[in-house]
């Protein structure tokens, strides 16, 4: 079957899940300037519709719509309100705690096994048929350098990393030759307001630990530039699998610090 024709609508409304803060908002921000209308998702209500006004009130077209990826029913009713997209971003996700092995609390392991998996499942399974319509569709998984290798103190989000990273390389093979390109972007280190804060627990001190001594460690606008440059190439070209480190780090363990 020959793939639809582009929806000039449908093709131009991207959707970016965990647009609150850090790299969601700031790929929001960059795909609404280069022409998308931008559909914001997160649980802080407040932060996206702020976010929205923002967008808006610099002259481009932004929703805010609160919803928790890993609530099926909800995630499927919110993709009701679209016959086509022409972008889903699968951003949200994070880290808890930094325990090894023997100690990792399974909660943590299964909140962020739900987030970043579940949740990634959840809106491309939803919203797969959307990009479709669109027949120019492009799903963006945001994973992470911990999706390629591990670390110690790292193994519940190093898995559920690998298995955001898997379930983008799958899809891929999967929907070949439909009008829907998939591509996976992978940071290394970020600094954000909230990642290490969350991930410690609201522990300011053990979190600027991470970045300690890192001149420039990536920034959110960094990582969003590289999704919106790879989300406007060419419809017939696929980035596979982007790695977007700072200069300072070498690998997921090497990292140069001036101490």
Same mark, same amino acid.
């Given at each position: 079957m020959a793939p639809a024709?582009?929806?000039a609508a449908g093709s131009r409304i991207a959707i970016v899940t965990g647009a609150s803060g850090g790299i969601? *908002? !700031?790929?929001?921000?960059?795909?609404? *300037? !280069?022409g998308y209308r931008v559909v914001l998702t997160a649980r802080r209500k407040d932060r996206i519709e702020a976010l929205a006004e923002e967008i808006n009130a610099a002259g481009h077209s932004a929703a805010a719509y609160q919803l928790d990826v890993t609530d099926r029913t909800a995630v499927d009713e919110f993709a009701t309100a679209?016959?086509?997209i022409g972008v889903l971003v699968n951003n949200a996700g994070g880290a808890l705690g930094a325990d090894p092995v023997a100690t990792g609390d399974p909660a943590d392991w299964r909140a962020m096994y739900e987030t970043n998996v579940i949740g990634t499942l959840n809106l491309t399974q939803a919203l797969l048929p959307k990009l479709e319509a669109s027949g120019d569709g492009t799903v963006v998984v945001v994973s992470s350098t911990a999706g390629l290798g591990t670390y110690e103190g790292g193994a519940g989000y190093v898995a559920a990393k690998h298995g955001e990273h898997v379930l983008a390389e799958t899809l891929r093979l999967e929907i070949v030759g439909k009008p829907v390109r998939v591509i996976e972007v992978a940071p290394g280190m970020v600094k954000t307001d909230e990642f290490a804060l969350t991930r410690f627990g609201g522990d300011a001190e053990r979190a600027a630990k991470v970045y300690q001594g890192v001149a420039e460690p990536l920034t959110a606008d960094d990582v969003a530039d590289t999704i919106t440059w790879a989300v406007t190439r060419p419809s017939h070209v696929n980035i596979d699998l982007l790695?977007?480190?700072?200069?300072?780090?070498?690998?997921?363990?090497k990292v140069h610090r001036e101490l």
């Amino acid at each position: 079957m020959a793939p639809a024709a582009p929806s000039a609508a449908g093709s131009r409304i991207a959707i970016v899940t965990g647009a609150s803060g850090g790299i969601g *908002a !700031a790929t929001a921000r960059q795909l609404a *300037a !280069a022409g998308y209308r931008v559909v914001l998702t997160a649980r802080r209500k407040d932060r996206i519709e702020a976010l929205a006004e923002e967008i808006n009130a610099a002259g481009h077209s932004a929703a805010a719509y609160q919803l928790d990826v890993t609530d099926r029913t909800a995630v499927d009713e919110f993709a009701t309100a679209f016959p086509s997209i022409g972008v889903l971003v699968n951003n949200a996700g994070g880290a808890l705690g930094a325990d090894p092995v023997a100690t990792g609390d399974p909660a943590d392991w299964r909140a962020m096994y739900e987030t970043n998996v579940i949740g990634t499942l959840n809106l491309t399974q939803a919203l797969l048929p959307k990009l479709e319509a669109s027949g120019d569709g492009t799903v963006v998984v945001v994973s992470s350098t911990a999706g390629l290798g591990t670390y110690e103190g790292g193994a519940g989000y190093v898995a559920a990393k690998h298995g955001e990273h898997v379930l983008a390389e799958t899809l891929r093979l999967e929907i070949v030759g439909k009008p829907v390109r998939v591509i996976e972007v992978a940071p290394g280190m970020v600094k954000t307001d909230e990642f290490a804060l969350t991930r410690f627990g609201g522990d300011a001190e053990r979190a600027a630990k991470v970045y300690q001594g890192v001149a420039e460690p990536l920034t959110a606008d960094d990582v969003a530039d590289t999704i919106t440059w790879a989300v406007t190439r060419p419809s017939h070209v696929n980035i596979d699998l982007l790695v977007v480190r700072p200069r300072a780090q070498a690998s997921n363990t090497k990292v140069h610090r001036e101490l």
